[in-house]
């Protein structure tokens, strides 16, 4: 993956900085963190939409998009705005249509933050 697909999905920026704060080391640390809250709220959600439950699923996609927005993961923080915004209106088809991408967006930003700290 180049630099120009990874900042398509990630700002290298938030990244980069953090890394010169923190190392190499603590910035894996931190996004495997990420990863595992990510898959937390993402059962949450998938619950929470199945269950028709949608204010909750707002909140969840909330959190999400939130710890997406703090680490640059634009493309994810993007899809956790729309799925947030759909629950909120009420609209369980379209926070469906949202849910089914935010899993390969995962993968996608995944690889981003992987191909980024190899290089730093």
Do not use: Y
């Not at 809250?37 to 199945?50: D, H, P, R, T, W």
């Not at 927005?69 to 993007?78: M, S």
């Amino acid at each position: 993956m180049s630099n120009k697909v990874s900042s398509t999905i990630i700002e290298p920026e938030q990244i980069e900085t953090l890394v010169a704060s923190a190392g190499v080391e603590m910035t894996q640390t931190i996004l495997e963190a990420f990863w595992a809250s990510n898959q937390e709220i993402l059962v949450n959600l998938q619950s929470q939409l199945a269950d028709g439950a949608l204010a909750e699923a707002a909140k969840s996609a909330h959190a999400l998009k939130g710890s997406a927005a703090n680490l640059g993961a634009v493309v994810l923080a993007e899809q956790a705005r729309l799925l947030e915004n759909a629950c909120q209106a009420m609209e369980a088809l379209s926070a469906r249509k949202v849910m089914e991408t935010i899993p390969d967006s995962i993968s996608r930003t995944r690889a981003a933050f992987e191909t980024l700290l190899q290089v730093a």
